[in-house]
């Protein structure tokens, strides 16, 4: 059961749809570039997609529950991708939600076992896994890697 937020937040609607606004938005292409090409020591997490997206919704639950666990080596950016849709064609954004990693202003490829490097294109659920992963590609970005093999098969 989903609860009502009270409040005067136009467009919240649950609790579930809260998630994302506790988080940070990148509102232009300039601040996503800058996001990517600014941080030295930890993997930028790029969420994309809407706010709205009941499967963006599920994944900002869990990017947000796993965000101060993995602070140190971590940093996560939602992106609205029709506010900013200059990397929808450059990245294939096609899915109604898109979570990529970027590593010293490089495209960190992950291999989930589904075909595609790119990117994780549904909802994860489960906050130990995203950490798994999240440590996982930080782990191979460090070392020099632009292709990481993911803890688990998907």
Known sequence: MTKLV?????GLRSVDDAMSYFMTHLPTAWHVDQAILSEE???????FGNDWDPTCMKMDETLYSVQEKVQNFAVIYLVDITKVPDFNKMYEL?????????Y???HIMIDLSTGNNNKINWAMTDKQEMIDIIETVYRGASKGRGLVVAPKEY
């Not at 009270?6 to 136009?10: A, C, N, Y």
């Not at 109604?96 to 990693?101: G, I, K, N, R, Y």
């Open 6 to 10: 009270r409040g005067s937040t136009p």
């Open 41 to 47: 020591d930890r993997v930028v997490i790029l969420r």
């Open 94 to 102: 096609y899915d109604p939600c898109t979570t990529m990693f970027f």
């Open 104 to 106: 010293r202003n490089k």
